[in-house]
């Protein structure tokens, strides 16, 4: 069956195709039955899911809050969350989408009820994982603790949903998400960054979406740091005022040369690199600050004398909360930036592994990865 | 049965002692079955209910969601939204609370999936009234849009409960959300009162409690303004540093007089009376802050060119949000004021009709009339 | 002299052009000394100003803060505050302006040492007007307080200048203040609009450079109301995705219709209307934002009962304050949207007057006028 | 002469005693001028001075700035900088304080004019240092870039003047910049600690002033981590509701057992230990937030992962920004924690040397040692 007649027919089979993750690189193409929407859910028929460095971690280690419980790797289980599709049937009190709506997904959905979902912080929830059983918080996390989307179809709380704007494709709508991580980034920061100077460091995909939203916003300058060429083009591309490639100059040199020695006051880590926050501290003019959006994987030493000299504030951000996704895709559907710029290679269901291997070894410059369901 | 004796008694019956709304005016004391907890909520055993001033709105007048929807006076409903109590049964995913655990209750549970709510913003759900039937969204408003505590025994979700401190009397804990009214006004003037002026007009239960928190806060001079010395005597008892009996002294001079012509900061407006929006705008300094936790009966001239030509922010206040209940009855379990001292008399549930004469009519200086369950 | 000859020549001749207030509506053309800039000030060479509504006020009526101080009407003082011009002399310790450096001007310099300037809150002063004789704690307001821009040299504290961008004709420069007074009102609702319903009433200067910088930030929809067409019109092509002419239309009805009975979460007032904030109060959903950047000249009723019950607040702004200027100058640089739409008259310093009677009178559809001066 | 006598004599002699710096470790006394106030300035008698940390690092290392800067030490300098006194001399313009005030001192004064002054960050004023010869911002951090306090008079601008209650004594006066310090890192956690809890690492000063001033604004528990019993117990006088020594108990452990293993909201961080960071990452709860009041005097490991997966907030201060300093001397004024409780030694002026030895080698437990001067 061709994508375009399948695009339009919007009836529900029984079962579906699914990859379910059996233990550490074990992924598995099985049939399962689609699931069913509970009160407040709805089913999304996956039309597209892009895969994340995220679901890499998830498929060789499992998923972190198991690990962190000390729970055993989970079987059965389905991935992916960076999905979008079309609502293809509706939970019981659902008005607020339509069937045929199309719709990008969030990660989070809080319980709602610990002291965090009562503060609006949602992606920090309290109950996280806590989904289960007579544990049943409510909480969900798309592709983590629950099944997410590499697979036919899914079940998502309406708090995990965006409407997609009519025109964007479907690979693009794969983005929101991403970009809705950057857009909580700046807000962690403040939010007012229109004529603030901006770092982004590490040009993968939160970091072009960071330099993006950061730009639609009117951040200036917007200074992109990374090592390869290709990713620092795609930069200016979505809206870089300059790009440095760490390579042939000091990020932290060349930063105070382009704003004439008086750094800038926000920084986006989006690197992960050991030393990116000592750096970070060092672009930053006094009183700056700085998001963390990633990681190195161990430990590292951090200059926190300067952190405290300087009146430097730090934010690390969990996922896509205060509703950024919603926002994020308000400007993508007003053109203001070129996302789709972000996605390379598209494979379909069948050739999930196929994906995965074209983005863990970044073969022909792979970025986003889109798995195309339907 | 003595009351001590039902203390310890955390049997539930099968029927209770409810009184209901027939029409304006109209309550009956009627026998009802006892409700069951659904999922995240909780049975509380009514042991204490507080008579306030929008329950004899909604008695005269009508709810007022159900007056602005224009649908018909609503039937056996029962009203009553200041108590408290003790947990005697547990829903399905309750570990919050245990059985035994004496709580006082807040209004509002939000739908938990609306714009407001995912911002923390429960107290203005864009889905209030919404639960019922098909349109169940899940919000509740105890005692405004599902049943509340003049009866026996309610249900209640676990977002409107707070833990009463031991030690704390039934009478006492009926003002924590009062209290937390308070709170949230003071936190929506920003929170930092330790060592500025605030003025409350008013002094009512939310007015007088304004004095005590933004006190116990910290809040310098705090300045108290009303119409009938017993009460400004409580508010001095209650923290306040100056009081103004209005009918001996212009209250803008006062104020003025107090602070050496400077004015305060903030304004927590508790009266409703029609000027005092107006007088705020005066007794505040330029960009200073004002609270309107009360408002007159119907449209009243205010002077718009000064709110602008001054900087001046105004903050409505819908109910108890930002978990503001929460750290009222911190405060409360610290012993930081007096709350006590609002509460004036005491009826069991036959004499609710009693009471609502003692608080309407001021009958002995009636401030907090409480209804004793259990 | 030509302009093209007087733009590059720097030189400060002893004696300038000045219109003087001698009292309501006598405005004469005299000649004065040039000012020198003292302590971190400079000497501005005035290129082009605008006129502004608060400008005949001034010219009428006199000073708003010598009104209400109950002085006399101020006589040889210069008014004029929306200018720009190039720096031609610096006072001591600057280092941030060098001479020839274009810059467009603020309004308002705090006096550094009160409550509100110590907070950011330099608009809101509490020194205003203090900056004479022994009293001079420093405070100015260019055009209000101290001489404006009616002539050919003004002298600035630096942190009234913000600079101009290469290729910004001196005539869309003088509209950075107003750009700047509606990016500090739009901070004052929150300044996350990416995504957000906002409604702007009134097509003035203000109102226009709303819609502008609302929509450049991302809000959507941006709907503007009015009376005229042809502001309606310039609202377009500046940004709004909605324009009502609420004399065909009711305004909250308008709304309501397009956004599909949710309503918006920000208003900015921008028209002065009496009815104003009460239809916004209808206009934005519960727990919505209301910014007032203008206001009726008497007191006007207002429902207040609709700002508590729907937890409103609104946000009365003086000025263009926490350096709004700058963020505004930045987004106008990068060309998010034609400013120099608004201005349609120029004319000489000599002919002010008549600038003064086609603003005053909408003569030609006047919107914008700019006296040229070098 | 004795104190008593010279507490009434406001007179001014033309030469004073004053501490100099010659070198590290090179203090002096010797004869110089008293000072002359200028515009925005008064001439403080010094009635009393706290030796802090910071001076002792000053003394042995030099001032930071200067060091940061490449500098030689400075010569000729008098440090110190927790002082207060009676304001004997008005500058120009000043009407803020009056002759006979007692007033206790902040360290920074902003130049007003950079942009972090210019949002009220004046404790990261970008123009530090820059107060002499043709580079004067007019910025003035007194005792560090200015001459400070081990003297008998002192030059200060209004804005690091605060007001000394009445019956206070000068001892406990000095501490009020302390407890500013420790406000200003409650600011920076969100202020509205009441209700939530607050483990402070670090029985110093500053921590202890945390402790008093997070009870003091309703925070609960408070839990004090600690090395030394005597410290703790002083710790627990002022407001901690539980003690941890560290060497009897692994910290996070205890706030986990404290807490029924749910962490607390907030860290104030006062020790400066190595691992400080990692466990307050421990303790808070995800969405904790965790404010770095000291650090250690090399990098140190630090685990990035758990802050961005936690969201987790980190936030440096420099300095009693915010103008903290008044907020506290208004809780001190309201004896709300008995502050003088940490001042142990008192020295005259001859023996400052004295004073640093007990202060350096905590002889007799000296916490605060102070220096009384008239």
Not at 47 to 75: M, Q
Not at 98 to 121: L, Q
Not at 152 to 167: K, Q
Not at 301 to 318: C, F, H, Q, W
Request: proline fraction near 5%; include cysteine.
């Amino acid at each position: 069956m061709t994508t375009a007649v399948r695009k339009n027919d919007l009836s529900i089979p029984s079962k579906m195709k699914a990859w379910v993750l059996d233990g550490p690189e074990q992924l598995r193409l099985v049939e399962k039955p689609v699931p069913q929407p509970g009160l407040a859910e709805v089913l999304v028929r996956i039309d597209a899911v892009a895969i994340c460095g995220t679901d890499v971690e998830i498929i060789t280690k499992g998923l972190p809050a198991w690990i962190e419980g000390g729970l055993p790797f989970n079987k059965n289980f389905t991935p992916g969350h960076e999905y979008m599709g079309t609502v293809v049937k509706l939970g019981a009190g659902v008005d607020e989408y339509n069937i045929g709506d199309r719709v990008a997904v969030e990660i989070h959905a809080g319980c709602g009820r610990c002291e965090r979902c009562r503060m609006g912080m949602y992606t920090s929830c309290l109950n996280y994982g806590l989904n289960y059983g007579d544990k049943n918080k409510g909480h969900r996390a798309n592709g983590f603790t629950t099944d997410g989307g590499f697979t036919e179809y899914a079940v998502n709380h309406v708090n995990t949903l965006a409407h997609v704007p009519d025109g964007m494709s479907d690979e693009e709508a794969t983005l929101i998400v991403t970009a809705g991580t950057a857009m909580y980034g700046l807000d962690a920061l403040g939010g007012l960054v229109a004529g603030e100077g901006l770092v982004v460091t590490g040009p993968g995909p939160i970091g072009l979406m960071s330099v993006a939203v950061g730009k639609a916003l009117g951040a200036q300058p917007v200074i992109l740091t990374g090592t390869r060429d290709a990713r620092l083009k795609l930069g200016t591309q979505l809206g870089a005022d300059h790009v440095i490639n760490i390579r042939s100059e000091d990020p932290v040199q060349a930063v105070k040369r382009i704003t004439g020695g008086k750094g800038v006051q926000y920084v986006m880590e989006c690197s992960g690199a050991p030393n990116s926050l000592n750096e970070a501290m060092d672009m930053v003019n006094r009183g700056g600050r700085i998001c963390l959006a990633a990681f190195p994987g161990e430990p590292t030493p951090v200059d926190l004398a300067k952190l405290v000299r300087n009146n430097i504030y730090v934010y690390g951000i969990r996922g896509e909360g205060k509703s950024a996704t919603h926002r994020a895709a308000a400007l993508m559907a007003q053109k203001r930036f070129p996302a789709k710029l972000i996605h390379t290679h598209t494979f379909p269901l069948e050739e999930l592994q196929t994906g995965f291997k074209y983005f863990r070894e970044r073969i022909e410059d792979a970025i986003k990865v889109v798995i195309k369901v339907h």
